[in-house]
């Protein structure tokens, strides 16, 4: 197995990270930014191990990155082809590898610098123009950010856009004591004004695939998303034609399509006219035979994330079978299957083996081309209208080969909008969950829907707490983030902050019951990201009415992730650790319905926290309060906000004067 991995989405990516993508990289996938050490002049070799990762491209952008454990002095790369599961070891026989507890334990590694820059832009991704769009260094996908296990990043994110504030979450990252770099305005910070800057550091505790994006409303579907890996994307994404936030406001995207690493075909989604030239179709190149092991076949690791706008994806490739190795950010007992299903936010590394063979119903084409097929799940996105809107790339073996597959998809592929098998999940460092400590089952929260009271303009979902006989959607306040009052201890939050105290020790157990309204009716699946942690998944049952006689938990070595499919019409248990103080968001990953309010934000050992960041000696909030007060300084004066100025008339049609013509802020604001 593969100790490092990397996948990427919108739709769904295939991405690297730690160690880098075996297969070729189309020139228009997204490029690496330096995020290099300083360098180092040595006139012997290291006594400490520097290393390319494995499985690093060969050459072209990326090709030159390298992990660095120069504070790990008579340390060795320990990694092998025979033996992926390890990564460094020492003379006396200490290791880092797949069996290490890295909740507490990682290497020591080196800085890695990057930039981002905001601007707005446009792309041509599927043959027809998307002039809304939000790119981060004018890249789409935005650029991939490289590490090593135990690295510190740093990452200053300059916002050159013009109407928009943004914050930047690093998806998945645990920001262990650090809960002020996990990037959600409103929560964390205020946003950061246009022509503003801010430094997020953060640590690599964790190893495997993930990806950054704006969390300023639906900020991130207008293209403010990235890979986070050591390496190279294949990416597929569900993008429209409007900005969402248009599509927050009329119900759904224009003329959508999926991507496979940044490419699309309008025409396929719906039947849709392009308007400019359409990408080539994303191709991966595998090679049948593995020098390296005569007669074995060669095998590929693809690291694929969901980054969708609204959509859950079935990922397969014809005659393929698909080893599923690692879930999040956790490495798993390998399974096998013929398609896996990827949740918006959660990520999946898979091996396949150049080794094609044929099933029921679809033979071995004489071509040796496959098609990569990308399916929406049932009831859970937007449907595609056309035949074959599913082959979003293609597999060959034949380099010079140009033409289409001719091959059929594995039969059957179920189309059903269900996590992976809960047995298949099982984690390889094993784990062992405590008995809750907020109640006997813990607390209940369940995914309500009013069109009705709308206590702001989009406010129509709310995570009721039970019992409950109100109706609060989230909706955070830019200007005024919780961050600010962590010395509070009053009790007395507002109310549309929806803060829920959970104040235990660092080695108590939080349990949470998600379920739908009525503790039946869930509107769809959901699936929920709970941030600063990855968390047990105790029971997860579909079409099942919430009961506590319903429940039979799994507390020895059950699934750990930080993404979970609420399943449509049932329930999902989960616990986390109450070990990271702070504010962590909880919300529906689906971009409107967090817009809609569908989220909560656990206040995690608040005492703690205060501790951890005192009023009047904080360097961290006096920072936060610089970012505030340019981003007041900015909202203040509605002449700045969308659509900014007009050029002829002088005249901003957001203002009359001084005075703002609508609310700023008409939605959840995450």
């Not at 035979?289 to 693809?302: E, N, Q, V, W």
Request: charge should be negative; glycine fraction near 8%.
């Amino acid at each position: 197995m593969h100790l490092l991995a990397r996948v990427w989405v919108t739709i769904t990516y295939l991405t690297n990270w730690l160690t880098l993508s075996p297969f070729e990289v189309p020139e228009t996938q997204q490029y690496p930014i330096s995020g290099k050490p300083a360098h180092r002049h040595s006139v012997a070799p290291p006594d400490y191990p520097i290393f390319k990762p494995p499985g690093g491209r060969p050459q072209g952008p990326g090709s030159d990155f390298t992990c660095d454990y120069v504070n790990m002095p008579g340390w060795y790369e320990c990694s092998t082809p025979e033996n992926r599961g390890c990564w460094l070891r020492h003379p006396d026989g200490r290791e880092y590898n797949i069996l290490t507890d890295y909740e507490n334990d990682a290497p020591i590694g080196v800085d890695r610098n990057y930039t981002l820059v905001l601007n707005d832009g446009w792309i041509n991704a599927d043959g027809l123009n998307f002039t809304a769009a939000k790119l981060f260094n004018n890249t789409f996908p935005g650029p991939w950010i490289q590490a090593c296990w135990g690295d510190r990043v740093h990452i200053n994110v300059i916002n050159n856009l013009g109407h928009n504030g943004t914050s930047i979450h690093w998806h998945g990252i645990r920001q262990n004591q650090t809960m002020h770099m996990d990037g959600v305005n409103g929560i964390t910070q205020c946003p950061i004004a246009p022509q503003d800057f801010f430094v997020y550091n953060w640590n690599t505790t964790q190893y495997g695939s993930s990806w950054y994006h704006s969390h300023y409303s639906v900020q991130y579907a207008d293209g403010l998303q990235g890979p986070i890996t050591g390496a190279a994307n294949a990416n597929i994404w569900g993008p429209g034609h409007n900005s969402a936030f248009e599509a927050i406001h009329n119900g759904k995207l224009q003329k959508p399509s999926i991507l496979l690493n940044g490419r699309g075909n309008v025409t396929h989604f719906y039947d849709t006219k392009n308007t400019s030239v359409i990408p080539p179709i994303y191709q991966l190149h595998f090679e049948k035979t593995d020098i390296s092991f005569p007669g074995r076949a060669k095998r590929y690791l693809l690291r694929l994330i969901n980054t969708s706008f609204d959509s859950t994806f079935i990922f397969s490739i014809d005659n393929h079978w698909l080893q599923i190795i690692a879930a999040d950010f956790v490495p798993i007992e390998p399974y096998w299957n013929t398609s896996v299903l990827i949740g918006i936010g959660q990520r999946y590394n898979v091996i396949v083996e150049a080794d094609p063979v044929a099933g029921i119903g679809n033979s071995l084409p004489d071509d040796s081309n496959f098609w990569i097929r990308t399916w929406v799940a049932d009831d859970c996105g937007t449907q595609g209208g056309s035949a074959g809107y599913e082959e979003t790339g293609i597999l060959r073996y034949d380099d010079a080969s140009t033409s289409n597959p001719t091959s059929s998809p594995w039969s059957p592929v179920s189309k059903a909008c269900s996590d992976e098998t809960y047995t298949s999940l099982k984690p390889k460092r094993p784990w062992f969950v405590g008995q809750a400590v907020n109640g006997k089952v813990g607390e209940e929260f369940d995914v309500t829907l009013n069109t009705d009271a709308r206590p702001f303009p989009l406010g129509i979902f709310s995570l009721e707490p039970t019992p409950s006989s109100g109706f609060t959607p989230l909706q955070i306040n830019y200007s005024d983030p919780i961050f600010f009052h962590l010395d509070d201890f009053s009790g007395k939050w507002p109310a549309d902050w929806v803060v829920v105290p959970e104040n235990y020790t660092s080695t108590d157990w939080v349990y949470l019951v998600l379920t739908g309204q009525g503790k039946k009716t869930t509107y769809g699946a959901h699936p929920i990201h709970l941030h600063g942690h990855d968390f047990a998944i105790l029971q997860q049952v579909e079409n099942t009415p919430y009961s506590p006689d319903q429940l039979n938990l799994t507390w020895n070595n059950p699934p750990r992730r930080d993404v979970v499919l609420l399943p449509q019409n049932g329930f999902v248990v989960i616990a986390f650790k109450a070990d990271n103080p702070g504010a962590w968001l909880v919300h529906c990953h689906i971009a409107y319905h967090a817009s809609f309010g569908l989220a909560m934000q656990i206040l995690e050992r608040q005492n703690d926290a205060n501790n951890i960041w005192p009023h009047g000696k904080s360097h961290a909030l006096a920072e936060a309060g610089r970012v505030c007060d340019n981003w007041n300084t900015w909202y203040g004066n509605c002449s700045n906000w969308w659509p900014g100025v007009n050029q002829t008339t002088g005249i901003n049609p957001s203002c009359k004067g001084n005075e703002p013509l609508h609310v700023f802020q008409d939605d959840s604001g995450i």
